[in-house]
């Protein structure tokens, strides 16, 4: 929130210095004194962001104090409902949850739901206290222990790998391949809310140089490429869902097929699917390194995969395949089209991140 504080005047003193005074009110607000420390941070349009230090006698900095927050359940809440409260102040950056179940009586079915979601979604979050009536979790990690980029570049390998594997599970329908892509998806969706809280953290306080961004633009940027990494994940799932339901028809005989799998449309869509996925890959590198030329090539290619398409689209209307087999094709292909337009997103966003950028250069 921004809050205009008036004017000063910059004043040089006889030693050739610049010297400028300090609103008095924000002074003491800050708890600031004669001699505490004060940093700077330079922003692109030349502004100064000026960030109150408080150190001790030994001149070390004094840590900054925890964003602390309690969550108040009553007997009558929804269990799920307390998740998404607990889920939610993570994102917005707390560093601990204190969670106080006001009957002890009925703690048990909240306090195991809250200890799941912390140990499966909420990275870098530890138990360090737990009551008959409370739960305590404290964010230990750091923006500056895992980085925004390497995230979401993890995100990215997760997702594609599940979404890769619901497609083999059409044709293996293995249980433990499909266990997999759930945890994957798990995976990618903790992920998720790591990236949003580390973003999230550094609009606030301004550190986008902090989580390894080069300006504030990329915020926005890498919000659109995590939406789109965590869309392939839930992707993957309903894949997953629609090869569950077949297989559960064909193991109870709902279902009679001589061959449940047509083999030229498979090897088609797994063929198109690869492409899909090193379009991604490459818009992603392209982001990360602020591309231009990439991100622009990336776009050519997707523009000239139109024709590939509808010869896939025309086989499987073509073949006399099981209407519900076809559907289970048509949704495994219609993922694969997602991805492609998600790498078109991540490109567009590239282009516009860097076109001012190379555009400063005269002929």
């Not at 004043?11 to 001699?35: E, F």
């Not at 109150?52 to 927050?69: A, H, I, T, Y």
Request: some cysteine; aromatic content about 6%; glycine content about 4%.
């Amino acid at each position: 929130m921004e809050k205009h504080l008036g004017h000063r005047l910059i004043q040089r003193t006889g030693r050739g210095s610049y010297i400028v005074s300090l609103p008095k009110k924000w002074v003491q607000t800050a708890g600031l004194d004669k001699g505490s420390e004060i940093e700077f941070k330079l922003s692109d349009d030349f502004s100064l962001v000026l960030i109150p230090r408080k150190v001790n006698g030994d001149g070390l900095e004094v840590e900054k104090r925890k964003r602390e927050f309690w969550v108040n359940v009553e007997p009558k809440d929804d269990v799920k409902s307390v998740c998404r409260k607990v889920k939610a102040l993570y994102v917005a950056g707390a560093d601990m949850i204190r969670i106080h179940l006001r009957n002890k009586d009925d703690a048990s079915k909240f306090k195991e739901e809250i200890k799941d979601l912390a140990r499966s979604m909420l990275l870098g979050s530890e138990i360090v206290d737990e009551t008959s009536n409370e739960i305590v979790i404290q964010i230990l990690v750091k923006h500056t222990e895992f980085s925004v980029e390497r995230a979401i570049r993890r995100m990215s390998v997760i997702a594609l790998s599940a979404h890769m594997d619901a497609i083999i599970s059409m044709k293996r329908m293995d249980q433990a391949l499909i266990q997999s892509v759930m945890k994957a998806c798990n995976d990618v969706n903790r992920l998720n809310l790591y990236v949003v809280r580390q973003l999230k953290f550094g609009i606030e306080q301004n550190l986008f140089r902090e989580l390894g961004l080069r300006t504030p633009k990329e915020f926005l940027a890498y919000r659109i490429v995590v939406n789109d990494v965590k869309s392939i994940a839930e992707n993957a799932k309903n894949i997953l869902n629609h090869v569950l339901a077949l297989k559960k028809m064909l193991e109870n005989r709902q279902l009679l097929l001589k061959e449940p799998l047509d083999e030229e449309v498979y090897s088609q869509i797994l063929h198109f699917n690869s492409i899909a996925h090193k379009l991604l890959e490459n818009s992603i590198n392209a982001s990360f390194k602020w591309d231009y030329k990439q991100a622009d090539q990336i776009i050519a290619q997707i523009e000239s995969i139109g024709a590939l398409e509808n010869d896939i689209v025309t086989m499987i209307s073509s073949k006399k395949l099981d209407p519900i087999v076809s559907s289970v094709f048509s949704i495994i292909f219609d993922s694969s089209r997602r991805i492609i337009e998600y790498s078109r997103n991540i490109a567009e966003v590239t282009l516009n991140k860097t076109v001012e950028e190379i555009s400063l250069i005269p002929v």
